[in-house]
């Protein structure tokens, strides 16, 4: 009996320890920054470095990415199968982030505006409210998921490779891209989209061709987000470090010789303790992916840009260059609210009809299912009634701001049935500029993009909400929603609430489509330019008139790619490290 016991103990220490073992197996797998998936990501004050090295040393590296967003890990991942690559990100991590990570949250990370927040808020000049990633992994982690590819004209106007760039687009999509489960909301959209002749039905694709079409997304089944950082699960462990909560202050040059070269980058790390990393050989190269605002602003803070401007901010010029920062745009998206007598499932950018008028239509139903998210300042659209834009400007003080917050509590949930279809022109053809405030990098630049400045882009626009009206009136939707059909006047009323900009609103809002146009415009983040090629760089995107400093991102683009830009501009980051590659080794880059 006394062995039977013993036994019995053993077997009981046995499953205990077991239990122990798997428990720690898996919080491990969880931990944010895992030794075995991700054992190359640290914190930048694990950095060793010191200000007064000449460059030789640990801390020099082949290839230094600024910026680890959407385009910089693919792009880091894919060159340190080669070299030895330092990623360097501004922001945290996205793994263990419950508001970045869930569908249900996605609208809560867009409303904290704190100093930590994954997604840093700015406004344009033009008084509509927009969002910066600050986190590992970029615009993937705070955007609506959509994935969907370029035209084949837009391929063929940057010059790019296509057997590659369709061998770079599967890379990505093996990896982080999903078929979604089409919620009933898109299916709706689809059938009043065919309805207005913005056929043939293309079914699902992440090709960009007219018609209507369900596209991919970075949602999994499940509603969770796979994100760029992900990505970095391809790297090579041992040639690649990334550093998060590392603030790039600016690029450092060699100035000694005919042309100025980038030798290497200060950052600053969580603690505010500086350091420099440099580049190893005449080979190696600083690469910018900072995104659209990111970019031009660090070309500016390192001395590249307008003389005037840099010496208006006492930074030294390192080259003068009166493009950088001018041709910015942004998409302008208006949206028309619908609703709903009946609870409507959440679904975010599943359907987008791509029409010949240069109008994009696609759609968003429901709201985060959290009570937190409904308590929320959405950012791009909201559906509560009352909003702040209809503050005047100068009456919109931190008190009334916090008011009109804690009057949202008292907003019944059936204003948050329904959705939106989602309105936007192509190719804008407005342009605005980013200029610097001041010197800190963790500030935003002066962003203006200018949008319905061009009479084109206005008419399209009104051609895009007529479309967008006949849909909510059409029988799809009247069917679906359980509401009777609206008058035009009606729509736009709620629509012009809806609606949250800083822009202040005309009595004759649901009289003349133009000025309801102008009056709700916001944003879907897809601003790009500032950088463009033959002005800021060449056709391989290194920086004109400066050598070893590259730039591969959105900012080098006078168009957005798509319907929308995120399926590209990963894409670009494998790309553009393929390239690299191929480029400096020949065949030996075995890619």
């Known amino acids: 009996?006394?062995?039977?016991?013993?036994?019995?103990?053993?077997?009981?220490?046995?499953?205990?320890?077991?239990?122990?073992?798997?428990?720690?197996?898996?919080?491990?797998?969880?931990?944010?920054?895992?030794?075995?998936?991700?054992?190359?990501?640290?914190?930048?004050?694990?950095?060793?470095?010191?200000?007064?090295?000449?460059?030789?040393?640990?801390?020099?590296?082949?290839?230094?990415?600024?910026?680890?967003?959407?385009?910089?890990?693919?792009?880091?991942?894919?060159?340190?199968?080669?070299?030895?690559?330092?990623?360097?990100?501004?922001?945290?991590i996205p793994f263990g982030n419950a508001n970045i990570s869930l569908l249900q949250n996605f609208h809560i990370t867009l409303a904290d505006t704190s100093s930590t927040s994954a997604s840093q808020y700015f406004i344009s000049t033009d008084g509509v409210l927009n969002s910066r990633g600050r986190v590992l992994g970029g615009g993937t982690c705070i955007n609506a998921g959509f994935y969907t590819r370029a035209s084949t004209r837009f391929i063929s106007k940057v010059g790019w490779d296509l057997k590659l760039v369709n061998k770079s687009y599967s890379w990505v999509e093996k990896q982080i891209v999903h078929r979604p489960k089409v919620a009933p909301w898109q299916v709706v959209v689809r059938d009043s989209l065919l309805d207005l002749g913005v056929a043939p039905f293309n079914g699902f694709t992440y090709d960009h061709i007219y018609g209507t079409k369900f596209g991919g997304t970075i949602f999994d089944r499940s509603g969770r987000r796979h994100t760029a950082a992900e990505l970095l699960a391809s790297a090579d462990p041992h040639k690649l470090t990334v550093l998060v909560h590392a603030t790039v202050q600016k690029v450092l040059f060699d100035t000694s010789g005919k042309r100025p070269k980038a030798?290497?980058?200060?950052?600053?790390?969580?603690?505010?303790?500086?350091?420099?990393?440099?580049?190893?050989?005449?080979?190696?190269?600083?690469?910018?992916?900072?995104?659209?605002?990111?970019?031009?602003?660090?070309?500016?803070?390192?001395?590249?840009?307008?003389?005037?401007?840099?010496?208006?901010?006492k930074i030294s010029v390192v080259l003068n260059n009166k493009f950088v920062g001018q041709g910015m745009a942004d998409n302008p998206l208006n949206t028309v609210f619908v609703p709903s007598k009946k609870p409507v499932k959440q679904s975010l950018i599943q359907t987008v009809g791509i029409t010949k008028r240069g109008v994009y239509i696609e759609a968003s139903s429901g709201f985060g299912q959290s009570n937190d998210s409904i308590q929320c300042h959405h950012g791009i659209i909201s559906a509560e009634i009352g909003q702040l834009s209809t503050i005047p400007p100068k009456q919109r003080t931190p008190e009334a701001i916090q008011a009109y917050i804690r009057r949202k509590k008292d907003i019944p949930h059936e204003a948050f049935r329904g959705g939106f279809i989602l309105e936007?022109?192509?190719?804008?053809?407005?342009?605005?500029?980013?200029?610097?405030?001041?010197?800190?990098?963790?500030?935003?630049?002066?962003?203006?993009?200018?949008?319905?400045?061009?009479?084109?882009?206005?008419?399209?626009?009104?051609?895009?909400?007529?479309?967008?009206?006949?849909?909510?009136?059409?029988?799809?939707?009247?069917?679906?929603?359980?509401?009777?059909?609206?008058?035009?006047?009606?729509?736009?009323?709620?629509?012009?609430?809806?609606?949250?900009?800083?822009?202040?609103?005309?009595?004759?809002?649901?009289?003349?489509?133009?000025?309801?146009?102008?009056?709700?415009?916001?944003?879907?983040?897809?601003?790009?330019?500032?950088?463009?090629?033959?002005?800021?760089?060449?056709?391989?995107?290194?920086?004109?008139?400066?050598?070893?400093?590259?730039?591969?991102?959105?900012?080098?683009?006078?168009?957005?790619?798509?319907?929308?830009?995120?399926?590209?501009?990963?894409?670009?980051?494998r790309y553009m490290g393929l390239k690299i590659l191929r480029d400096r080794l020949g065949k030996a880059a075995g890619v």
């Open 263 to 313: 030798a290497g980058v200060l950052f600053k790390d969580e603690n505010g303790n500086q350091h420099q990393a440099f580049l190893s050989n005449s080979r190696s190269e600083v690469i910018l992916s900072c995104g659209a605002i990111g970019t031009p602003q660090m070309l500016l803070l390192s001395g590249v840009g307008p003389k005037a401007e840099l010496e208006e901010m």
């Open 1 to 92: 009996m006394a062995s039977a016991c013993a036994l019995l103990n053993q077997l009981f220490l046995f499953l205990l320890l077991w239990l122990c073992a798997l428990s720690s197996s898996q919080a491990a797998h969880h931990q944010p920054y895992s030794e075995f998936r991700y054992p190359f990501i640290k914190k930048a004050s694990s950095f060793s470095s010191s200000l007064s090295s000449s460059g030789q040393g640990d801390n020099t590296y082949d290839y230094i990415v600024v910026g680890g967003g959407t385009a910089g890990c693919p792009l880091a991942a894919t060159l340190s199968h080669k070299f030895n690559v330092l990623l360097l990100e501004r922001g945290g």
């Open 424 to 573: 936007k022109i192509s190719n804008p053809v407005s342009t605005g500029k980013l200029k610097l405030i001041n010197t800190n990098v963790e500030d935003n630049p002066s962003v203006t993009f200018n949008y319905f400045k061009h009479p084109h882009d206005l008419q399209r626009c009104v051609d895009g909400i007529r479309m967008a009206t006949k849909m909510v009136q059409s029988e799809h939707f009247t069917n679906f929603t359980q509401c009777d059909k609206q008058t035009t006047d009606k729509i736009l009323n709620m629509s012009v609430s809806a609606n949250v900009n800083l822009v202040p609103k005309h009595t004759n809002d649901t009289k003349s489509l133009e000025q309801f146009c102008k009056d709700t415009v916001i944003t879907i983040w897809h601003y790009h330019g500032g950088c463009h090629v033959g002005k800021v760089v060449n056709r391989d995107y290194n920086v004109l008139g400066v050598n070893r400093l590259r730039i591969v991102d959105g900012s080098v683009f006078d168009e957005s790619p798509g319907t929308n830009p995120q399926a590209t501009i990963l894409m670009m980051g």
